[in-house]
């Protein structure tokens, strides 16, 4: 809000005014992008003194800034112009810190000179910095109107980091791994296996293994190897060690993903359930407030109906096992209203229907949908659209493949999304880990897996167990 500024001769002695402010995750990235002070005392998750725990400490000059904020803004206000301020430093403010940033003004000087007292305090009274500015009052009166600055978006993926927390209440899953004969898949496998996310057992031929384990590095000491050379026999064996209980899940390795995938599906010794496959990307996208899910981006090229509704109760069951009680799915199509010219309108329109009928069990369906009036709220209402899904959809449902996958590398590669992934119907999640996916990519994958075996085996979301204490 706009104040009007006082001129020197308005300013009195002994006049105050403040500002108050909470220390923000965000308030210290922006500060270190916009200062270029690094030090990672002053960044949040880091440890900056050696000591194993992450400080998060205010820089002194962030406070400081504060002090500017109230001279600038308040008192003198709009016109002011600093000559020189001295601040001393009695304690730190860290994230989630509330402080009060004061100015009073002491000393009136000659050519529009004022001298201010300044001081800084917790909630609770703890001094945090004390000083005095000197400013040149404004030389006339101004009140500008109210105005906003633009928006920032920080690139931060916390959904993912919460997705990962909540795999720290649950045991590794036992994963077989289908040919991890390059860096990406063996690296990846042996990455989330000593984060905790999952118990491999390779499956491939162990030399190639052996000898991309030593040009990473890494000791496959405790690790299972199967041995088998060939890649389709070594999708079948991965499958195998599903149907003989040994493995609750299957991760991708550097093989073609229609090898493992036909060996999954057969009839005879596959992992079919009543289900058909589909795949589900769970994206973590900047500035909004919950993971977003989009299917079928993977697999499914143009799916009838019938594959529409496992692919939407697919999505449902991985959202709820995500700590979403009842998702909010939108079908999307190119426009909002029914049309039988564009058959994905009213398949939309059936899926709601059988949503509501209880043929799809466990989310709101709602559709169809166009991408804006999906997930913008503002573009619903302009739309007319009363709805308990539009404008706040937490799972988006394409039409088809080329919609899914191309909705999905947009939202990556410009809206800077993080983006993980699973195939689901089949009787064990499915991780298909691309060479394309860095490493925080594959753990969330891994932890996706985990958090849906979870869900199917207790019927409870540890993700919403942890969030509930």
């Not at 001094?127 to 109107?145: M, S, T």
């Not at 633009?150 to 980091?161: G, S, V």
């Not at 209880?358 to 739309?383: R, Y």
């Amino acid at each position: 809000m706009s104040h009007p500024n006082f001129l020197y001769d308005e300013i009195e002695l002994g006049q105050e005014a403040s500002i108050e402010r909470v220390l923000t995750t965000n308030d210290l990235i922006v500060f270190a992008h916009a200062s270029g002070n690094l030090n990672p005392i002053h960044l949040p998750e880091l440890d900056g003194d050696g000591d194993g725990r992450p400080e998060a400490v205010a820089p002194s000059m962030w406070v400081g800034s504060l002090f500017s904020a109230v001279i600038g803004n308040i008192l003198p206000g709009i016109g002011s112009l600093y000559l020189g301020q001295n601040l001393r430093f009695h304690g730190r403010v860290t994230i989630g810190d509330a402080i009060t940033a004061r100015v009073r003004v002491r000393e009136k000087r000659r050519e529009r000179v004022i001298v201010l007292d300044c001081r800084c305090e917790l909630e609770n009274g703890t001094l945090i910095a004390d000083g005095e500015a000197q400013v040149i009052a404004p030389a006339r009166k101004v009140e500008l109107p109210d105005h906003q600055l633009p928006e920032l978006m920080i690139e931060r993926h916390q959904h993912f980091d919460r997705l990962l927390a909540a795999c720290d209440d649950v045991e590794p899953i036992t994963t077989a791994v289908a040919v991890p004969e390059d860096d990406a898949s063996l690296g990846g496998a042996l990455l989330a296996w000593h984060e905790g996310l999952i118990t491999p057992i390779l499956v491939g031929d162990r030399g190639r293994i052996e000898e991309v384990a030593r040009a990473l590095d890494a000791d496959l000491g405790g690790v299972e190897i199967v041995d088998v050379a060939d890649h389709v026999a070594a999708a079948a064996r991965t499958v195998a060690l599903v149907n003989d209980g040994r493995a609750a899940a299957i991760m991708k390795g550097h093989l073609h993903t229609g090898e493992l995938l036909a060996e999954v599906t057969k009839r005879d010794g596959g992992l079919r359930s009543s289900r058909r496959l589909s795949h589900v990307f769970v994206m973590d996208v900047p500035g909004l407030p919950h993971p977003l899910l989009v299917t079928d981006a993977g697999i499914n090229i143009a799916p009838d109906l019938e594959a529409k509704v496992d692919i939407v109760q697919n999505a449902i069951d991985l959202a709820r096992a995500l700590g979403m009680d009842t998702p909010r799915v939108g079908v999307l199509s190119a426009v909002e209203t029914v049309n039988t010219k564009i058959p994905s309108t009213v398949d939309a329109a059936v899926l709601s229907k059988m949503a509501d009928r209880g043929q799809i069990k466990g989310g709101v369906v709602d559709g169809p949908l166009a991408m804006d009036n999906a997930i913008d709220l503002q573009a619903a209402q302009t739309k007319g659209l009363v709805s308990l899904v539009a404008g706040k959809a937490q799972v988006l449902v394409a039409p088809n493949l080329e919609a899914g996958n191309m909705m999905a590398k947009e939202l990556t590669f410009i809206a800077h999304a993080a983006a993980a992934g699973l195939v689901l119907g089949a009787r064990v999640p499915i991780m298909l880990t691309s060479r394309a996916d860095d490493e925080k990519s594959r753990l969330v994958s891994c932890a996706l897996a985990q958090l849906y075996d979870a869900w199917k085996r207790s019927g409870r979301s540890v993700v919403r167990a942890r969030e509930e204490g």
